[in-house]
């Protein structure tokens, strides 16, 4: 071993730069894996018959958005951000591409969001189209306000979204619904009453495995946006977002823990029964609420951000489900958005003094938790009202132009034959049976069917739902 | 590139502070994974009409016990240890909350296995109460005596237990066993001349993507049990528990192998078939035999407990069902008690010298193995005594407050929509092809049972099974 | 905190091999990880008759092979590559087994390949005997040509195969294909005519999920071959192969979406339809196509490599099928194989100039590009010609002792029950409704196949199928 004086600050920068590239690359592996995580979970939640076209929005919204954010909306976001059109593939170093990676896996979980919302209605090319539009533009705009310009604040304190509680989830949340509004709800999910129908998923197991690999890859999406684990100024290393990394992991994991137990606790005083997609879904809304917060909440406002934002699920998706009446399907407004627009909103009222101190450069009091309050508001109507134009504008054209929705031969049939020619399971299936006795249709079909509230058409439904085959 | 002198200690500091804490978070995400592995597992080898019922226990595992540990349980692991009631919301630093987190993965491990032996017949509220207590005293007693504290010793030489193989899997194991024999078997697992009749899993698919899942965090939880990859003493850095971290990582991955490989030569030695489910529990109770050393065993010492271990999970899964018979749906006593125990038995006799000596302290003589055996028995004796009397105790309590075990209607109904009202697959199922021809129930019951030991009683367990369906 | 010199070499060398383990041992696990990935992926394309008998193939891929790498492979590599057989258990310091098992998880991805190609056919026992040959000589061999030894080069260039895209990928696929070419195809896989009846996979589902482990793995895979985050030389500090890793992150992330897209274009060019098992399988052969040559390739040699990889999918397929008429159950001839070759061959084209010099060591002239296509050439023959050599003697003495391939018996009951004693799917499956209404069989078989140049013979392959059930 020699002992030579060091090269200080050119060593010192050579490891603070490889130490944080390392972790950067682990948490977009980890948070690229939460696309297997939305394969199943809304896998999981659609008819067998429509399976592989759900799997195959998911395999396509990647590669496609991916593509798209690299050509386009990298640029687009350092364009609206007030740093000029700068693309991904013009890059002054090797080593940027890993900023834009990690860009790009937040930027395509915003947009797999939205398939989970129009699944077993909307034509393929449409939710192409529109994947290519939201990362090609109108998700840039949103992070072009934010993360990379900063343009949203009031009375000097800016918007705060450590990780996308609002840029990511709200977003995505809110254009399901919109989607999901515009291309109205699956037949038979209403009756002529306008009573609701449930028509549950095929496989409760793909859900939650689909719900464990989206919490684990959610690590990398919360921990991970503490991106950097030492900085160099001034010659001296220093933690950087690593400082308060420990907080960061504790709160999306209380905050995780207690949306399970929330939505759990609400299902349960509702029905008496734990409805295993309530506590699935409900532990992802955890997630969902603390996921722009984790890096000021206290343990105690973890506890309360999670409780909500699980809480609120069952309540928000059945007023969508009853009242708005819309079909979204995989519940991604009540777990991505609504628990996205909640977290955000709370964050003054929730956070560690020190930490709202360090993150918005005011004192912590009443007055300035209020003006908190007022720019975290400002920033969600900008990005919902953003997310709601053009989403209603992009299907509103696609409807204009009978490019939406599928047939409803092809609705009725499954969207995995008519878009994709393939059969998800071609050994398993309803079809086994029904064709042994007539008698066992209604049966069989009233099966697929749970209530919710009450109203069960069953008739209807199956009268619908085998149409031609009778 | 500044060329300047290094402020030597504070930025060493930092670094080494920096990488332990990256690797020592992305360990811990490896080992909370292990969630999704644990549930994919135990679904898999449940039937179909009580899966929802195991994932929702699955869920609940995690967010309960992560909570009551955050509140109560790692408070007690160090009042237990000595060093004063200190829950882990009272942190000194924010990054201590990394630390607690790193504990607390390991402890929900210990309390997800008791799961798979209670399935199929426990009411959830009497599960999810364990749980309760299992994350709030049961196991931090244990991690009190050892991890914290170091109380277990025996001459001189503490009880070793590396990565949790007796303090996690033995607990979990011995817990499960002990809870599934408070419960009673499954009605129809055992016919009334007391033989046995198998009851398969829904879907070996979904146990053996459980089982890769496990495997792979799996080198979280044991690798990454070298938590520190740098030191820093007085005033040099060097490798920390990274030392010997590749030693970890051959012997875990060769007691893998040899485990299923183990229980693959049994299996076919048995009965001329490779049955897949035990080369998936094989190699997983391989993993679990070298848990408590894998930091110390030699090359040879790792195909020795791996092959035993897996070995013996045929013949151990034998004697609980037809000897003691005890339902122990998942087999969680052989994968994860028998083989903890036996690894944690075999430390003395298949390290390698120089390790032997790191780890105790004394010279690796036939004397100071001998004493380092005897430590280890009192360990592993102590260990399990109090994780029988203490699970034996609440689970006999539930079970005098007739809160233990669901009804025999709900049991035969399936928990799904007893406890839970959903159904996992609502469009598959057995019920199809029942309603059609009264001839096909015994085909179809029949083809549920395999024989294990020659005795099937399809009479029998149709009629329980159907009962008021008739 | 203290002031003083820094024992400068000692300590940045600690802190250098400190971070370059961690890093190693990340990507090891996620490249492990691929094994659930390729289960899943082969599970979801076999009939469910044969489901557990993929699992256990792979389950024992890497348990059989992991130890006769252990034992023998990793010694024949060094014997090959000439520095004498140097076994992994004779190591000359404890973390030179991270290495070991870094080339381990590389050598199991060749073997496990091959398992896809030989499904529903070949015995158990010679599918072990085959991976314990690939994993003690067959691969090894390979790799002592190449990453070990630098045995093959043209005119002063070495040939260049970062990843493995050759040297695993292409090495397995063609090992595969030849397997299944020696094994002939499954029975009722083609007419008496020689057209080719489709035998479509039990669950998309499954396939898909595999499909995006794998692509999870693959950033350890690929990213992580850039293994050496930092190196220390002449007493400073640099950036390793993290030099370029935003490269080879960008690239392999851009050729998986080109390779889904390519994919999804032809077939739908073809069909009309976007088959998802094409889309998941041009996603994968995106990722092959890209793993020989994700350090050097430009960004749009990315889309160039990426798109032809996943174009040439349907039609190489195709080719196999109809014209070769080798029974390649899960494509991973076209998948591994032919996209692994092509990927290869494609270095000097696609390369950036100024990567293609460093790797190369020469100018990046039109001479030089033409000498490194011969090397490429030259390398891709070897390899292959080594590969179907070795891998047409072993299954051809297989055969000679007619342990290659199951009884036709057997081969139409399932591998499961004939060879592993279990049933996959106990409750489900097609058996039911067959007993119900002897009618029905002609119906469900036919909606198990898929024209593929729209000549299906349904009552040819129901009356093979069914044999002596009726």
Request: proline content about 3%; aromatic content about 10%; some cysteine.
């Amino acid at each position: 071993m020699l002992y030579e004086p060091l090269q200080a600050s050119g060593d010192l920068q050579t490891i603070v730069d490889g130490v944080n590239l390392l972790w950067v690359l682990v948490v977009t592996f980890l948070i690229f894996f939460m696309h297997a995580g939305f394969a199943m979970l809304e896998a999981g939640q659609v008819r067998s018959k429509n399976v592989a076209n759900q799997l195959t929005k998911n395999l396509l919204t990647w590669s496609v958005g991916v593509t798209v954010f690299f050509l386009i909306g990298a640029g687009v976001s350092s364009l609206v951000g007030g740093g000029g059109f700068s693309p991904a593939f013009d890059v002054s170093s090797q080593n940027d591409w890993v900023t834009w990676l990690f860009g790009a896996v937040f930027a395509m979980t915003a947009a797999t969001i939205v398939s989970g919302a129009v699944a077993g209605r909307a034509k393929l090319r449409a939710y192409v189209g529109y994947t290519f539009l939201l990362a090609a533009v109108i998700y840039p705009v949103v992070t072009g306000l934010t993360w990379a310009g900063g343009h949203l604040s009031f009375g000097g304190i800016p918007f705060a979204d450590f990780a996308g509680g609002m840029i990511v989830h709200g977003m995505g949340g809110i254009a399901g619904l919109t989607a999901a509004w515009m291309l109205g709800p699956r037949m038979d999910r209403y009756n002529d009453d306008g009573t609701a129908n449930v028509i549950p998923g095929h496989s409760m197991t793909f859900a939650v495995l689909g719900t464990l690999i989206l919490a684990f890859g959610w690590y990398g999406f919360n921990v991970g946006t503490a991106a950097s684990v030492l900085t160099l100024e001034e010659g001296a290393v220093s933690l950087g977002a690593f400082a308060y990394v420990g907080r960061v992991a504790m709160t999306t994991t209380i905050a995780m823990a207690c949306g399970a137990m929330g939505a759990a606790a609400v299902a349960w005083a509702r029905t008496g029964k734990v409805d295993t997609l309530y506590v699935a879904n409900g532990l992802l809304a955890g997630l969902v609420g603390i996921t722009a917060i984790p890096h000021t909440t206290s343990w105690l406002g973890a506890f309360a951000v999670g409780g909500l934002a699980g809480g609120q699920l069952p309540l928000v998706f059945s007023f969508v489900e009853n009242r708005l009446k819309i079909d979204d399907v995989c519940a991604v407004f009540p777990v991505h958005g609504s628990a996205g627009v909640l977290g955000t909103l709370l964050f003054p009222f929730v956070a560690n003094g020190a930490r709202f101190e360090a993150v918005t450069g005011v004192a912590h009091t009443t007055s300035n938790v209020v003006t908190a309050f007022v720019a975290q508001l400002i920033g969600v109507a900008v990005i919902a009202a953003w997310t709601i134009a053009a989403t209603g504008l992009v299907w509103g054209a696609f409807k204009a132009m009978g490019q939406a929705r599928v047939t409803p031969e092809h609705e009725r049939d499954g969207l995995d034959v008519s878009e994709h020619g393939v059969e998800t399971y071609p050994e398993f299936g309803e079809d086994e049976g029904v064709v042994a006795d007539g008698g066992l249709v209604g049966d069989q079909a009233s099966s697929d069917l749970r209530t919710d509230g009450g109203t069960v058409q069953t008739d209807n439904y199956v009268a619908a739902q085998r149409g031609d085959n009778e």
